[in-house]
């Protein structure tokens, strides 16, 4: 059903130390970093990042919900679209058209009607 949980901070150095110790006690590793963003896989799936912490794209400070992102993995570009324009059509606000991200992947975002951020992902 998910892809991966992204959970905004406003100091990813202090956010790293702590969540590389608390969830090393539960197998998952630290496993890509950059000046934006810590990447956590389990243990048994090094390759398969499942938890992000990041500063808030829109560099304001991260709060409840401000960074903070449910993303669905969807099976196909065309679904994405698909799921991206119903959320529209229910009253979902636009936080970014479907398309390629990242030079391989395909994304839409769109916050629900409590302003949760959500991305529907497809690698297809």
């Known amino acids: 059903m998910f892809s991966f949980i992204t959970l905004g901070t406003n100091n990813l150095k202090k956010s790293r130390i702590f969540y ?3 969830l090393q006690s539960i197998n ?5 970093e950059t000046d934006r ?5 389990k243990n048994s799936s090094l390759n398969k990042v499942e938890f992000y912490l990041m500063l808030p794209h829109n560099k304001q400070a991260a709060t409840f ?3 903070t992102m449910v993303t669905f993995n969807i099976s196909s570009k065309k679904e994405v679209d698909m799921f ?3 959320a ?4 979902a606000t636009d936080e970014g058209l479907p398309g390629p991200r990242h030079d391989k992947d395909y994304y839409a975002y769109f916050r629900d009607l409590d302003e949760n951020k959500i ?3 497809s690698s297809d």
């Not at 998952?28 to 890509?32: C, F």
């Not at 963003?37 to 896989?41: C, I, M, R």
């Open 20 to 22: 590389d110790e608390l």
């Open 28 to 32: 998952i590793k630290n496993v890509l």
């Open 37 to 41: 963003y810590v990447g956590y896989a």
């Open 65 to 67: 919900g401000n960074g």
């Open 84 to 86: 991206y324009n119903l």
């Open 88 to 91: 529209l059509k229910l009253g």
């Open 119 to 121: 991305c529907a992902f």
